[in-house]
């Protein structure tokens, strides 16, 4: 299953990519986020794998980051005609995933995000999930990313609200 979502965030690039980039203020919009941690390598570098905890409802779901591509790396410096990208695979019980985040220019003061997703179900009950739910898999990338802009533009903290 493969679909992309995007969002314009009324702030320049160069700071979308530091805070997309910044561990910690990922508590503050990934929702449900209770771990993101490295077990090998530094936050956000190429090669870096990281466990990953998340909380949704009343399930828990583990999986292994590892990030597969960063440019450019030096995100205080980012060349005016350059496509800033950062791209991870995650692998869970039962479930690969490959995102791929670009984020451009679209004005002064503005940023285009989008965000390309893949997923491989394996397992029974994860491939029937991806038959019968692949709107759910949208809906939440929709919904980090809409977290991340009210966090972004707004000072909002997923931390303080309810659903």
Same mark, same amino acid.
């Given at each position: 299953?493969?679909?992309?979502?995007?969002?314009?965030?009324?702030? !320049?690039? /160069?700071? =979308?990519? $530091?805070?997309?980039?910044d561990p910690?203020?990922?508590?503050? *919009?990934?929702?449900?986020?209770?771990?993101?941690?490295?077990?090998?390598?530094?936050?956000?570098?190429?090669?870096?794998?990281?466990?990953?905890?998340?909380?949704?409802?009343k399930q828990?779901?583990?999986?292994?980051?590892?990030?597969?591509?960063?440019?450019?790396?030096?995100?205080?410096?980012? !060349?005016? /005609?350059? =496509?800033? $990208?950062?791209?991870?695979?995650?692998?869970?019980?039962?479930? *690969?995933?490959?995102?791929?985040?670009?984020?451009?220019?679209?004005?002064?003061?503005?940023?285009?995000?989008?965000?390309?997703?893949?997923?491989?179900?394996?397992?029974?009950?994860?491939?029937?999930?991806?038959?019968?739910?692949?709107?759910?898999?949208?809906?939440?990338?929709?919904?980090?990313?809409?977290?991340?802009?009210?966090?972004?533009?707004?000072?909002?903290?997923?931390?303080?609200?309810?659903?």
């Amino acid at each position: 299953m493969k679909y992309t979502v995007e969002m314009e965030i009324a702030l !320049p690039r /160069e700071r =979308v990519a $530091q805070l997309l980039a910044d561990p910690a203020v990922l508590p503050q *919009w990934l929702r449900g986020l209770v771990l993101h941690e490295p077990i090998s390598g530094i936050h956000g570098q190429v090669g870096t794998v990281s466990r990953v905890v998340l909380q949704m409802g009343k399930q828990k779901m583990e999986a292994t980051e590892t990030i597969t591509r960063r440019e450019p790396g030096d995100l205080h410096e980012i !060349p005016s /005609e350059a =496509v800033v $990208q950062f791209e991870r695979e995650i692998v869970g019980a039962g479930m *690969w995933s490959a995102a791929r985040e670009r984020l451009t220019e679209a004005g002064p003061q503005k940023t285009l995000w989008q965000s390309e997703n893949e997923y491989r179900f394996s397992g029974v009950l994860m491939r029937l999930v991806g038959l019968l739910m692949p709107g759910a898999f949208r809906k939440q990338s929709r919904q980090h990313m809409q977290d991340f802009k009210a966090f972004a533009e707004q000072g909002q903290d997923v931390r303080n609200t309810t659903g």
